[in-house]
């Protein structure tokens, strides 16, 4: 078994879960350390598959302890996923460049339109865990999951879901582009960029970061000129 794996393989193991257990509307799932060692992963995926399912409407979190504590189901996910699955299926024909367009609109619509601020939290528990990797692999594991928040921030969760199955997509080549290029330094840089100009409500200067990342992520398909097309007027 993978040391790390994508918050995406925790969702879906998350999803089975609710699935094999019978869980009902109104039913908790197990706390995070109980689901950290039946899916046997790290707390820190589990935390932001839970943080990603809840800014979905999958679930509802409620902190503290007692019986009132953890994560509440509060709708079924199996309809958006049998739609996500088609997604994702369309979208493993296309191109890269029109993969890497898509995400530069729907990333730039996101940090200019926010209006579910907790996704920040997404973000930056997302950046905790790229600073900590210990790979390439699993530094792209958590890059993808500080993406998915950039998607949630405008609160629109078919933007999240063309955003997820847009990831699934490219995982592979966002691996291989971050080994090639033997470095995380300067992603680093953009994704904190990106998070504290969100935080500032600097929406206009959060698309010309998010233009500028792409851009540095993918060289090769993008070109300086090409990611500024994407700039906002």
Known sequence: MRKSRTFEDVIAQIERRIADDGLTVGDRLPGERQLAEQLQVGRSSVREALRVLETLGVITSQAGRGPDAGAVLISRPESALADLLRLHLGTASLALPEVIDTRLMIEQWAV????????????????????????????VDHDVTFHMGV?????????????????????????SAVRAAGRTDVLMA??????????ARDGQGAARAVADHLAHAYPSLTGEGHARSGDPA
């Open 190 to 199: 953009d994704h904190w960029r990106i998070y504290e100009l969100v935080g």
């Open 151 to 175: 998607a949630l921030l405008s609160g629109n969760r078919l933007l999240a879901a063309t955003m997820r199955a847009l990831r699934q997509t490219i995982h592979a080549y966002s691996v």
């Open 112 to 139: 200019q339109h926010v209006d579910a601020p907790e996704a920040m939290e997404v973000m930056r528990s997302a950046l905790d865990s790229m600073e900590a990797a210990a790979s390439f692999e699993e530094f």
